[in-house]
């Protein structure tokens, strides 16, 4: 029998190679890899691409460690490091498009996802289409002779979509695409990304599998076909991580599990709670019936975590600032994955510069929060203290209307 993905977290690269015989691996800092003998160098020089040490952009034994744990828990052939998501992304794209390729790309995707292919694949002369994330079969229609690249974010970002990702893969494959995916809201480990078609799961690990708002750092993971290919093609684009950043990654898996756990079952009592607010249109977490997609979560995910979105049925930007202004226990930040609490307002026209063929068909303003591990009912609270102040500024506008 195959261990649970719980005992794969506490044991997952702790191979006796990387740690010594210690719990964790030592945090080994290295530029220069040093040679007794003409063998030992040769040797290593052979193996440079396979976790032997050969010189410090190569990793070091804890690089190898971390490694080694993501694609035990991830699944596929091996795993490069990036300083931080973005260049995760950015890299794995650079790995297998050439001037003239076409990608296909989910108009949800995080922002600078897009700003990349608008900017950065432009100038190299690669095509970018959006397409919806709900398309499903439709994609069929968008594919090109010179389509290199099917990617996939999913739940989509801020207004959380869910994707068929099987469907999807699966006409992807039928044309020799490649399936790249950012698994970054699933942690790479809440959906199984080599079960269901993906040939390269990527991840920011600056979120859940740091864990602690405290480290910058990326993921890719790949299957054996393309393994090769990003790993060198990566590593010539200089990229690298330092050792302790690697250390802190491995050391958010070993609480993952019970992290994730707890930041579902908060974001799911107040995803509830907000369903029954007068002042809410309609909740987008995955694991509730009101979310696009709601379906693909509930066949394809094994969990969920902190993060959804919820839209108001109004938009009065002075009363959505009261809101934010005075939260206890929610900031405002860019990220989340973190053991705090976190929430952000997007008014609908914002959406206008996000996407271009899926425009968000509501009208209020979507709040985005991220539930951390304080207590529920502090969060809930906070919450409510933060709607009262929205009302009160709602009432005052329509008493002078
Ligand atoms: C944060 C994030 C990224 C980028 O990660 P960084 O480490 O901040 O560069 C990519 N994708 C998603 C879905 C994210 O939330």
């Not at 040797?43 to 070091?60: D, E, M, P, S, V």
């Not at 090109?144 to 469907?167: A, C, R, W, Y």
């Amino acid at each position: 029998m195959s261990e649970s993905k719980q005992t794969k977290y506490v044991t997952a690269g702790r191979d006796k190679k990387w740690t010594n015989g210690v719990v964790n691996p030592p945090i080994q800092r290295a530029s220069t890899i040093v040679f007794d003998t003409v063998a030992e160098k040769q040797q290593a020089t052979i193996n440079r691409a396979n976790k032997t040490l050969f010189y410090g952009r190569r990793g070091t034994n804890t690089h190898f460690a971390f490694q080694d744990a993501m694609t035990e828990i991830e699944g596929g052939a091996g795993c490069a490091l990036y300083p931080c998501g973005t260049a995760a992304i950015a890299n794995a794209i650079l790995s297998f498009v050439e001037t003239g390729d076409h990608i296909l790309m989910v108009d949800t995707c995080y922002e600078p996802t897009r700003d990349f292919c608008d900017t950065i694949m432009k100038k190299m002369g690669v095509e970018t289409t959006y397409y919806e994330p709900t398309i499903g079969e439709g994609i069929r229609d968008l594919i090109k002779p010179n389509t290199k690249v099917l990617f996939l974010e999913s739940p989509g970002s801020i207004t959380m979509e869910v994707q068929d990702v099987p469907t999807l893969a699966k006409i992807a494959h039928e044309q020799e695409i490649i399936v790249m995916l950012d698994n970054t809201w699933a942690a790479g480990v809440n959906f199984s990304p080599f079960d269901h078609g993906v040939d390269i799961s990527i991840q920011a690990a600056t979120k859940y599998i740091v864990g602690h708002s405290d480290v910058m750092l990326g993921t890719a993971v790949a299957s054996e076909k393309y393994w090769d290919q990003l790993r060198e093609q990566s590593y010539l684009m200089g990229q690298c991580v330092s050792p302790d950043d690697a250390y802190l990654g491995l050391r958010g898996i070993r609480t993952l599990d019970v992290r994730l756990r707890q930041h579902a079952e908060n974001s799911l009592k107040v995803a509830k709670w907000l369903q029954s607010r007068p002042e809410v249109d309609h909740v987008r977490h995955p694991a509730l019936e009101t979310c696009p997609g709601h379906e693909f979560y509930q066949r394809d995910f094994t969990g969920g975590n902190g993060l959804f979105s919820f839209v108001l049925k109004t938009t009065y930007p002075k009363a959505t600032t009261a809101l934010l202004d005075g939260m206890k226990h929610f900031s405002m930040g860019y990220s989340w994955g973190g053991y705090e609490s976190l929430i952000l307002a997007n008014e609908p026209k914002s959406f206008n510069s996000l996407r271009t063929v899926a425009n968000p068909n509501f009208e209020g303003t979507l709040v985005r929060l991220h539930i951390g591990l304080e207590n529920v009912d502090d969060l809930i609270a906070d919450l409510e203290a933060g709607l009262s102040r929205y009302n009160a500024l709602i009432l005052e506008k329509e008493a002078t209307a």
